[in-house]
């Protein structure tokens, strides 16, 4: 009997940790907190993870424990999904806490079987990988991955230049591993200082130092251009798709930009799918949109022209694409796939196209494990397609008619990928375009998280920004990842102003995520050392005794 009370107490012990630590997760990623608070979230967690290694009782312990935790933190920081998608938002935060508590119940395993040091960097390197999975698998987001809480706070990590958001993931797991451990130390010897604790002090002030310092200090050198983004602020549920053709909506975009002195402008930027009425790429001179656009910009000969519509591109049985996206047109030896498109309009050139490639799984992107009626319904509610949206292979850049600016243009989610982008910077793009519909999650936290990404990639490629926003927020920002001028949520606006270009390229933008490719390495070495060799070691020994 006093054993079962002490099973429970124990229990209510480890959840109570677990829940602690998910509302210091939530904490951390409030858009009115710091995200320093990072550094302390996981503690608890780790905390739950040491507490087991001489768990005998049940080896699923560790992902019981902390599961709590993390799908608290996925409901408080992912909860606005629901918004738009019910079922999508609830498959999301899900997928997210199991995941999580997964990575904690692997290293759990090889924390048994090994010593600290090796149970300790298998959490980290595990979890890093995490992060590259969500990062590379279409079915996944790495929306919250630990480095991305940072985008609010871009003094403190001026040092993702070289290591990108991955680099403040390592950051944070090292610091709270050895907070946890001076923690242990002040348990066992009665005292609070220790080399655990020096070790993540130093850890944590070196970066942050140097950040505050940089940014502070850095100058930008370079080319200037001049953007004017309109922000239209049409309610995607009540006003886009309603009597209010499409036609006179951009009509009314172009109002907009003209109360300035249009062409004194390099660029004009409109948000993603300002135009959602699917047209084919080769007869886009004779449609009315594209028609519309080429009569603003020949009378704006200086300022070209970057906006989102719809597009269909069709192809021969014989071309290799994906099957999901893919629709055939019957009777015919052709198919055809319809694209998320960013589309660069210069007066007397051809319109050139970008296919958004990074999709939202099962909203843009087909996700076959989902079953049928719950895939209806998730696309449905977020204005999908049944076969999911086409990409392209490589991140095409446009080259303004008079030269200089060189855009790369991200359509909406694909600025939550930080390697992914700087496949914009090595195509020769030195600004980048944001261009999004946040209107889909109404005043929630969802706008405001995205938002944080624009500044995480302008500082790993030390490129400019322009972001704009169908309802806000729309921004400029500079290669510091500040903001330097940005619109109000849900009203519309105009914003301009002048960008400095890069002008070289950044240890990141040249190598990616070093840092998740060395944890992938790392992660399979454990795997194999723990899983695989000890075991043959350990019966080769038993046979010949």
């Known amino acids: ?61 560790v992902f019981i424990y902390v599961l709590p935790g993390f ?31 997964m990575v904690f119940w692997l290293a759990h395993q090889v924390h048994r079987r090994s010593n600290n040091f090796t149970g300790y960097l298998s959490l980290i390197v595990f979890w890093l990988t995490y992060e590259h999975l969500c990062l590379n698998l279409n079915i996944i987001s790495p929306w919250l991955n630990i480095g991305n809480v940072f985008g609010k706070e871009p003094a403190l990590i001026q040092w993702y230049e070289y290591t990108g958001s991955g680099g403040g993931s390592l950051w944070v797991l090292l610091v709270s591993i050895l907070m946890y451990a001076s923690y242990r130390y002040y348990r066992s010897e009665r005292k609070i200082i220790s080399g655990y604790l020096t070790a993540a002090f130093l850890i944590f002030i070196i970066p942050v130092t140097y950040s505050v310092i940089r940014y502070h200090t850095y100058r930008e050198e370079g080319e200037e251009c001049s953007v004017i983004i309109v922000q239209p602020n049409i309610d995607p549920y009540n006003e886009k798709f309603g009597k209010q053709g499409f036609t006179s909506q951009l009509t009314k975009m172009f109002e907009q930009a ?61 071309e290799e694409k994906e099957e ?56 449905s509610n977020l204005g999908g397609t049944v076969s999911g949206y086409g990409t392209q292979t490589d991140r095409s850049v446009f080259n303004h008619s008079e030269g200089g600016s060189i855009a790369g243009s991200a359509i909406c989610y694909e600025s939550a990928y930080g390697e992914f982008t700087t496949g914009y910077i090595n195509n020769g793009a030195n600004i980048i375009f944001i261009i999004t519909n946040d209107g889909w999650w109404d005043n929630t936290a969802g706008y405001k998280q995205h938002l944080w990404f624009a500044s995480l990639r302008a500082i790993e490629n030390r490129t400019p920004v322009a972001r704009s926003a ?25 914003i301009t102003g002048n960008l400095v270009l890069r002008n070289k390229l950044t240890f990141y933008a040249r190598y990616g995520d070093m840092i998740y490719k060395y944890s992938d390495i790392l992660s399979v070495i454990t795997l194999i050392l723990i899983f695989i060799a000890r075991p043959l070691r350990k019966l080769r020994v038993n046979s010949i005794l």
Not at 14 to 21: C, F
Not at 40 to 49: G, S, T, Y
Not at 475 to 484: K, N, P, S, V, Y
Request: net charge positive.
């Open 324 to 379: 999901n996206s893919v629709i055939e047109i019957d009777g015919t030896s052709l198919k055809y796939e319809i694209y998320n498109s960013a589309i660069f309009i210069a007066a007397g050139q051809k319109p050139q196209f970008y296919h958004k490639s990074k999709l939202v799984p099962g909203i843009e992107r087909k996700v076959n494990i989902l079953p049928a009626p719950l895939e209806k319904i998730i696309i």
């Open 470 to 494: 169908n309802t806000g927020i729309s921004c400029l920002i500079d290669q510091r990842g500040h903001i330097i001028k940005k619109s109000t949520w849900w009203r519309k606006e105009v």
């Open 258 to 318: 003209n109360s300035f002195s249009t062409n004194n402008y390099n660029w004009l930027i409109l948000p993603e799918t300002v135009v959602d009425d699917p047209f084919f790429e080769a007869n886009a001179r004779t449609n009315r949109y594209i028609a519309l656009a080429d009569s603003f910009v020949s009378k704006n000969i200086k300022t070209n022209l970057v906006l989102g519509m719809t597009t269909i591109d069709t192809f021969s049985n014989k």
């Open 71 to 101: 799908l608290l933190f996925n409901i408080f920081t992912f909860s606005w999904l629901t918004k738009a998608s019910i079922a999508g938002g609830s498959l999301t935060i899900l997928t997210h806490s199991f995941l999580m508590s």
């Open 1 to 61: 009997m006093e054993l079962l009370k002490r099973g429970s107490k124990e229990n209510s012990i480890r959840i109570a940790q677990s829940l602690t630590g998910g509302v210091l997760l939530s904490l951390a990623w409030w858009e009115y907190s710091t995200g320093i608070i990072m550094f302390f979230a996981l503690v608890p967690f780790i905390a739950i993870f040491h507490s087991q290694k001489q768990n005998r009782s049940g080896k699923s312990s």
